[in-house]
């Protein structure tokens, strides 16, 4: 079955750049219909949803954090990354990384997962 394995540096400095990669085991990034999701929870809150990227490479963001994110992926690797530019400590949260679906219909987008990464703890801090 397919597995997720999130990984990235534990600390990361106010300002800078934080960056995830996400390697997957027992399936392939790049097979049809399959979508490749970055989800995060901070301390005492639900579940944020940050982006995807699709079968096709195609990229969808959170409105909210679009302006700060980038999904990549690298198809040799069977990984994609996610990046998240000028973070601040309320970007410390647990970062996931998932598969699964993304639709949308003339009333808007929507997704589901069926597998997840085990998360990894990610903190901003000076």
């Known amino acids: 079955q397919v597995q997720l394995h999130e990984q990235g540096p534990g600390l990361v400095t106010p300002s800078q750049t934080l960056s995830l990669t996400c390697t997957v085991s027992g399936g392939i990034i790049t097979s049809d219909y399959y979508y490749w999701h970055w989800i995060r929870q901070p301390p005492g809150k639900g579940l944020e949803w940050m982006g995807v990227?699709?079968?096709?490479?195609?990229?969808y963001y959170s409105p909210s954090l679009k302006s700060r994110t980038s999904i990549a992926r690298d198809t040799s690797k069977n990984q994609f990354t996610l990046q998240l530019m000028s973070v601040t400590p309320e970007d410390t949260a647990v970062y996931y990384c998932?598969?699964?679906?993304?639709?949308?219909?003339?009333?808007?987008?929507?997704?589901?997962?069926?597998?997840w990464g085990q998360g990894t703890q990610v903190t901003v801090s000076s």
């Open positions: 990227i699709a079968f096709s490479g195609t990229t």
């Open positions: 998932a598969k699964g679906y993304y639709y949308c219909s003339s009333t808007g987008c929507s997704n589901s997962f069926d597998t």
